[in-house]
C-alpha cells in the first residue's frame, strides 16, 4: 500500500514546480508525542525511530508493519521521510500520533506555494 501511495504522489506532484516541497508536524495524542519531516527532493530515504513500537502490536496488527508502509512511500515518491515516536506508553497512541504527524507533514510540503513560480530547487530540477 505505502508503494502504491508513493507512487500516487510521484505521479501527481509531477515536477514539483509551485509546492513547499518541505513539511513538518509534532502530533500529540494523550501521554505519547510523535514527529515527522519530509521532503520531496527526488531521493527517497526513510530514517525511522520508533524502537518502542517493536513487538508491540495493536489489536490485530503488528505496529512494525508501519515502518515497512512508510519505506515503500518513501522509496516510491522519492522523498526523504524522517518520522520518530518521542515517548508514549499507550501504543495505540503513539501510532495514531506518528500517522497524523506523517499525514500533516506531506499535506505541508504539497500544498502550492504562491511565493513559489518555479521547482523549488536551486539546481532547477527535483528528479532523481
Given at each position: 500500500?505505502?508503494i ?6 510521484r505521479?501527481?506532484l509531477?515536477?514539483?514546480r509551485?509546492?513547499?516541497r518541505f513539511?513538518?508536524a509534532a ?6 508525542l510523535?514527529?515527522a519531516a519530509?521532503d520531496?527532493?527526488g ?6 525511530r ?9 489489536g490485530?496488527?503488528d ?11 518513501a522509496?516510491t515518491?522519492l ?6 515516536t ?8 503513539a ?7 506523517f499525514?500533516?507533514a506531506?499535506r505541508a510540503a504539497?500544498?502550492?506555494?504562491p ?14
Amino acid at each position: 500500500m505505502g508503494i502504491c501511495l508513493g507512487q500516487a504522489f510521484r505521479e501527481a506532484l509531477g515536477d514539483k514546480r509551485g509546492i513547499a516541497r518541505f513539511g513538518d508536524a509534532a502530533i500529540p495524542m494523550d501521554e505519547a508525542l510523535a514527529r515527522a519531516a519530509v521532503d520531496f527532493g527526488g531521493r527517497g530515504c526513510l530514517v525511522y525511530r520508533a524502537e518502542h513500537l517493536k513487538g508491540r502490536r495493536i489489536g490485530d496488527f503488528d505496529a512494525e508493519l508501519a515502518r515497512e508502509f512508510f519505506a515503500g512511500f518513501a522509496a516510491t515518491a522519492l522523498c526523504n521521510l524522517h518520522l520518530e515516536t518521542v515517548y508514549g506508553e499507550n501504543t495505540h497512541h503513539a501510532m495514531e500520533a506518528l500517522w497524523k504527524a506523517f499525514a500533516r507533514a506531506v499535506r505541508a510540503a504539497v500544498q502550492p506555494d504562491p511565493r513559489e513560480r518555479d521547482v523549488p530547487s536551486t539546481k532547477g530540477t527535483l528528479s532523481a
